[in-house]
T-cell receptor, first 111, second 118 residues
Framework: EDQVTQSPEALRLQEGESSSLNCSYT??????LFWYRQDPGKGPEFLFT???AGEEKEKERLKATLTKKESFLHITAPKPEDSATYLC????????????FGQGTTLQVKP | GAVVSQHPSWVICKSGTSVKIECRSL??????MFWYRQFPKQSLMLMAT?????????EQGVEKDKFLINHASLTLSTLTVTSAHPEDSSFYIC??????????????FGPGTRLTVL
């Protein structure tokens, strides 16, 4: 069964304090690992898609990496506006089109 | 690019009434649309998958007669909550993608609709 586990559930950082969010996954035939950002009361906003181990993608202060078992979302020198819930999801070969989501990591960045 | 809209953004209705939520892909053609439900402090729960011109595929435990989904065109899908009850109160979010399962396929989400049933 495809499964996604994110850790930690919640993370508090001081502005400028870099850290990483973890997404561990079990999937039959990875067809993509997705990172989204969700602000309270809003729909998820697409950040990255990763397809194969060793792949990395960057956007501003965020960098996503992928191995065969997990993905990391590295946040460098975060700002208060980076505060949000970050969702990780996978799509496997057995779930055409469907995404399996983790429970999310809620990040709070204090000024 | 890849903008998905939902209407209404929030709705309050009386128990027993039906509510329709629209989901539109504004700048791309969506072969597949998805409907999710999200409870407070929880992740997204997939309710159903719909392909343009086809019947929706519902996830286990989702009542298809209660949550009617129509994907009439490549840019519009609707979710109708029939005979709504307080337990149907939730945050409903749609997503759209240009293809199904292929590489390069990404789901883009709408802003969500907050439904409150009194």
């Amino acid at each position: 069964e495809d499964q996604v586990t994110q850790s930690p559930e919640a993370l508090r950082l001081q502005e400028g304090e870099s850290s990483s969010l973890n997404c561990s996954y079990t999937v039959s035939g990875l067809r993509g690992l997705f990172w989204y950002r969700q602000d309270p009361g809003k729909g998820p906003e697409f950040l990255f898609t990763l397809y194969s181990a060793g792949e990395e993608k960057e956007k501003e202060r965020l960098k996503a990496t992928l191995t065969k078992k997990e993905s990391f979302l590295h946040i460098t020198a975060p700002k208060p506006e980076d505060s949000a819930t970050y969702l990780c999801a996978v799509r496997g070969s057995s779930n055409t089109g469907k995404l399996i989501f983790g429970q999310g990591t809620t990040l709070q960045v204090k000024p | 690019g890849a903008v998905v809209s939902q209407h209404p953004s929030w709705v309050i209705c009386k128990s027993g009434t039906s509510v329709k939520i629209e989901c539109r892909s504004l700048d791309f053609q969506a072969t597949t649309m998805f409907w999710y439900r999200q409870f407070p402090k929880q992740s997204l729960m997939l309710m159903a998958t719909s392909n343009e011109g086809s019947k929706a595929t519902y996830e286990q435990g989702v009542e298809k007669d209660k949550f009617l989904i129509n994907h009439a065109s490549l840019t519009l899908s609707t979710l109708t909550v029939t005979s709504a009850h307080p337990e149907d109160s939730s945050f409903y979010i749609c997503s759209a993608s240009q293809s199904t399962g292929g590489r390069g396929d990404t789901q883009y989400f709408g802003p969500g609709t907050r439904l409150t049933v009194l």
